[in-house]
């Protein structure tokens, strides 16, 4: 009885040795062992070149303003970095003109991104109908479509840029594998896809509701 006694308070006594090793990391009382917990600290992955960032954009199903907002920020620092060597690029490259068609193909599709984020944020402060009992909030609407104004007016020099860049491209007579990009960047030329235009109407439609707004206020204001 006393050797099993010794044997069990031996094994209890390992036990919390090995306990103490683990590593607590969440308040679900759930353990993992240090060792295991180490590499993937070391091998956390860090974005670094222009495709690191252009793959960290994602949309949720539904999603609102702050997940436009992060794939903006995201957007934005991958036109200030480097590419990854050829080697490594989204599509097969092995001359340096696909390479050059490939720099400005990737940066066409950022600008078009950064400029749609733009204008689903504006979208968001604006209204598609302006009914007569909204004019209740006639304040409120004010200050939301300014707001939506400024976010329409920022989308518009990221689709000069990716149309000048789709141009560009355009001068070379082969295409890249890029999935639906080279699509894209024809339909830009031939005009098919024109988000100048685009954005022209909802600030066009905008401005009428503006002075919706602003003849209404005027007249409470009388």
């Given at each position: 009885?006393?050797?099993?006694?010794?044997?069990?308070?031996?094994?209890?006594?390992?036990?919390?040795?090995?306990?103490?090793?683990?590593?607590?990391?969440?308040?679900?009382?759930m353990y993992t062992k240090f060792s295991d917990?180490?590499?993937?600290?070391?091998?956390?992955?860090q974005p670094q070149h222009v495709e690191d960032?252009?793959?960290?954009?994602?949309?949720?199903?539904?999603?609102?303003?702050?997940?436009?907002?992060?794939?903006?920020?995201?957007?934005?620092?991958?036109?200030?970095?480097?590419?990854?060597?050829?080697?490594?690029?989204?599509?097969?490259?092995?001359?340096?003109?696909?390479?050059?068609?490939?720099?400005?193909?990737?940066?066409?599709?950022?600008?078009?991104?950064?400029?749609?984020?733009?204008?689903?944020?504006?979208?968001?402060?604006?209204?598609?109908?302006?009914?007569?009992?909204?004019?209740?909030?006639?304040?409120?609407?004010?200050?939301?479509?300014?707001?939506?104004?400024?976010?329409?007016?920022?989308?518009?020099?990221?689709?000069?840029?990716?149309?000048?860049?789709?141009?560009?491209?355009?001068?070379?007579?082969?295409?890249?594998?890029?999935?639906?990009?080279?699509?894209?960047?024809?339909?830009?030329?031939?005009?098919?896809?024109?988000?100048?235009?685009?954005?022209?109407?909802?600030?066009?439609?905008?401005?009428?509701?503006?002075?919706?707004?602003?003849?209404?206020?005027?007249?409470?204001?009388?």
């Amino acid at each position: 009885m006393i050797r099993r006694l010794a044997l069990l308070l031996t094994l209890v006594s390992s036990l919390s040795a090995t306990l103490r090793l683990d590593y607590y990391y969440d308040q679900s009382e759930m353990y993992t062992k240090f060792s295991d917990w180490i590499p993937k600290r070391l091998h956390q992955w860090q974005p670094q070149h222009v495709e690191d960032f252009f793959l960290l954009y994602s949309l949720k199903q539904y999603y609102g303003e702050e997940e436009l907002r992060r794939n903006i920020f995201f957007l934005k620092i991958a036109l200030q970095k480097r590419f990854r060597h050829p080697a490594q690029a989204l599509a097969k490259i092995e001359t340096p003109e696909q390479y050059h068609k490939y720099r400005l193909m990737i940066f066409m599709h950022i600008n078009l991104k950064i400029m749609r984020s733009y204008l689903r944020i504006g979208s968001l402060y604006d209204k598609r109908h302006l009914y007569f009992y909204n004019l209740d909030f006639a304040d409120e609407l004010k200050n939301s479509f300014r707001i939506a104004e400024g976010f329409y007016r920022e989308a518009l020099p990221y689709w000069e840029e990716a149309r000048r860049l789709a141009k560009e491209a355009s001068k070379y007579d082969f295409e890249l594998d890029l999935g639906s990009l080279e699509s894209i960047r024809h339909e830009i030329m031939t005009g098919d896809i024109d988000f100048g235009k685009y954005t022209a109407n909802h600030l066009a439609r905008l401005k009428q509701k503006q002075t919706a707004v602003d003849d209404f206020l005027r007249q409470m204001n009388n």
